[in-house]
Nanobody, 113 residues
Framework: QVQLVESGGGSVQAGGSLTLSCTVS????????VGWYRRAPGRQRELVGI???????TYVDSVKDRFVISRDSAKKTSFLQMNNLKPEDTGVYYC???????WGQGTQVTVSS
């Protein structure tokens, strides 16, 4: 059974940085597209960015130039590096194997002003 295990959330002040990790456990060998999403308080889950199977990232405008998605294929881990964090980045962050029903459990990120 494939699972995504996330880590790295926490609380930071505005302008700070955090790096989230998402590791695939179980039998999953394919390099695939992994998306990062977030759910802000009182809002629906929204896309943050995707790293496609070829290693090409795309980001929503609100995080462009601040967030970086990368991966370590050997460790089956995707990373979301978040810089210059803003209070509006607060929320629960999820990783997701695109075109599947597989989601991480979510990790809380709180940015204070």
């Amino acid at each position: 059974q494939v699972q995504l295990v996330e880590s790295g959330g926490g609380s930071v002040q505005a302008g700070g940085s955090l790096t989230l990790s998402c590791t695939v456990s179980g039998s999953f060998f394919a390099i695939t597209s992994v998306g990062w999403y977030r759910r802000a308080p009182g809002r629906q889950r929204e896309l943050v960015g995707i790293l496609d199977r070829y290693g090409n990232p795309t980001y929503v405008d609100s995080v462009k130039d601040r967030f970086v998605i990368s991966r370590d294929s050997a460790k089956k881990t995707s990373f979301l590096q978040m810089n210059n964090l803003k209070p509006e980045d607060t929320g629960v962050y999820y990783c997701h194997i695109e075109k599947s029903s597989i989601w991480g459990q979510g990790t809380q990120v709180t940015v204070s002003s």
